[in-house]
């Protein structure tokens, strides 16, 4: 379900990078479905069975619930499923690409692994999703072409924000596990300041390149704020959940749909 951050974000680079289809994306396209998905999650998982062991959301379609027995599978599979197209990128893409992919996949790493586990860390746990917005750098880096930096520091912006919001409905069991977060340090309240503030510098940005994308992020944002004001408590947060999932394809439709007119209307040759 939680693809679309990888997926999404590499399509609409290159969408942004001027070309509705470019075969020269299908490697970097093909690592961010199972490859780089299972480098989050499942590095995530090896590291959080503690915390996993008491989230009541875990063991369904909101995460898994691994056994200690199964780490070093999931360890395996990262690796194998990944070492192939890191290779074929050393090779095949840029140096500024090659930096940026390899700043992406150290980032997640370190999301959830020793030393650094930003994950523990107030404020570099929500800075540190700024990551998911890398591909709008180096997709067209990979194209040898300028990014459209503007949308990149607006999602980057957007990231932090919603990783923050969703941390609140854990706020209880971080909180338990001495896992002391954004979200656990701020407090349901001080939580939504940051995240408003964020998200709001989200939409400015996106305003610069679509203002569709930007009214509607501006909407569901405040309306997910709103909500969450009306009942500022884990329990609150985790009733928003899956509305807080639907977020990024509710804009990301918004954004297709433009381009589906354009074609009608021969906005791309």
């Not at 974000?9 to 299908?26: E, R």
């Amino acid at each position: 379900m939680l693809w679309v951050n990888t997926i999404g974000t590499t399509a609409i680079a290159m969408w942004l990078s001027g070309h509705l289809w470019q075969w020269d994306v299908v490697p970097l396209l093909l690592w961010v479905t199972l490859p780089f998905n299972l480098l989050i999650y499942g590095v995530n998982d090896i590291f959080d069975q503690e915390t996993d062991a008491l989230n009541s959301r875990k063991g369904g379609f909101e995460g898994a619930r691994i056994a200690s027995s199964e780490s070093r599978r999931i360890l395996t599979a990262v690796v194998l499923t990944n070492a192939p197209f890191v290779v074929y990128f050393l090779f095949a893409l840029p140096l500024d690409a090659l930096a940026w992919i390899l700043a992406y996949i150290v980032i997640f790493i370190q999301y959830s692994a020793p030393p650094l586990r930003f994950k523990a860390r107030s404020y570099l746990d929500a800075l540190s999703n700024a990551a998911y917005a890398f591909p709008l750098v180096f997709v067209p880096l990979a194209f040898r072409e300028s990014p459209v930096w503007v949308a990149a520091i607006g999602l980057m912006a957007w990231s932090v924000a919603k990783h923050t919001f969703d941390a609140v409905q854990d706020i209880d069991v971080d909180g338990a596990a001495g896992i002391v977060t954004t979200a656990v340090r701020l407090g349901p309240q001080r939580a939504m300041v940051w995240s408003a503030v964020w998200w709001s510098v989200s939409t400015v940005c996106f305003a610069f390149v679509n203002i569709p994308v930007a009214v509607v992020n501006a909407v569901i944002a405040g309306w997910l704020l709103l909500c969450l004001r009306r009942d500022p408590t884990p329990n609150g947060a985790r009733r928003l959940y899956r509305y807080s999932i639907a977020f990024p394809y509710a804009a990301g439709s918004v954004a297709g749909v433009q381009i589906v007119a354009s074609l009608l209307l021969g906005g791309y040759s």
